[in-house]
């Protein structure tokens, strides 16, 4: 029972640390983009490796805190509550992609992006009341999904037997 719970503590200040890394990150490196009101990050890189490393619940959890901690620290606290349930969604997606097979994981990670590119289109949709509103997001959305992807593979494949080390 102890093991256990000291486990758990592990896990948690694990994800707790990696949240904070992908919100330092994403708010060093952060690209307004006017035509949507939004902004370009490398989130979706940590949120996915995150995933990738944790599975989905570690990827829900820094998923969620991170996207509403970006969102609040960088001026844009009308999309907290967005962000946290899409880049939580979107990491607990990309999170069941841990341990799978090649097929499964693309199926996992392409889901992943999907539910985040989505997401904001509604919520852009329901945030700024016009069709053009999500249209102009999603140009940026596809391009911060698929960067995140595709950088998150091999960074996750690195990471991974390191930080099962301590878990």
């Known amino acids: 029972m102890v093991r256990e719970e000291n486990f758990m503590k592990k896990q948690y200040a694990f994800y707790a640390v990696t949240a904070a890394l992908v919100v330092a990150i994403s708010l060093?490196?952060?690209?307004?983009?006017?035509?949507?009101?939004g902004f370009f990050t490398f989130a979706d890189v940590g949120i996915v490796t995150a995933s990738l490393v944790f599975g989905p619940i570690g990827?829900?959890?820094?998923?969620?805190?991170?996207?509403?901690?970006?969102?609040?620290?960088?001026?844009?606290?009308?999309?907290?509550?967005?962000?946290?349930?899409?880049?939580?969604?979107?990491?607990?997606?990309?999170?069941?992609?841990?341990d799978k097979g090649r097929k499964?994981?693309?199926?996992?990670l392409v889901?992943?992006?999907v539910v985040m590119i989505v997401g904001y289109?509604?919520?852009?949709?329901?945030?700024?009341?016009?069709?053009?509103a999500a249209i102009a997001g999603l140009f940026t959305n596809i391009?911060?999904?698929?960067?995140?992807?595709?950088?998150?593979?091999?960074?996750?494949?690195?990471?991974?037997?390191?930080?099962?080390?301590?878990?």
């Open 111 to 113: 889901l992943s992006a």
């Open 143 to 167: 391009l911060q999904s698929g960067v995140g992807v595709l950088i998150a593979i091999p960074i996750s494949i690195r990471l991974k037997p390191v930080i099962e080390r301590y878990l």
């Open 28 to 37: 060093f490196i952060i690209i307004p983009v006017p035509a949507s009101n």
């Open 104 to 108: 499964e994981k693309v199926l996992y």
């Open 59 to 98: 990827g829900l959890v820094v998923g969620a805190m991170s996207g509403g901690l970006i969102d609040l620290l960088s001026g844009y606290a009308q999309w907290i509550i967005f962000s946290a349930v899409i880049h939580g969604a979107q990491g607990y997606i990309a999170g069941l992609a841990k």
């Open 121 to 132: 289109a509604i919520a852009s949709w329901i945030l700024y009341g016009t069709a053009a």
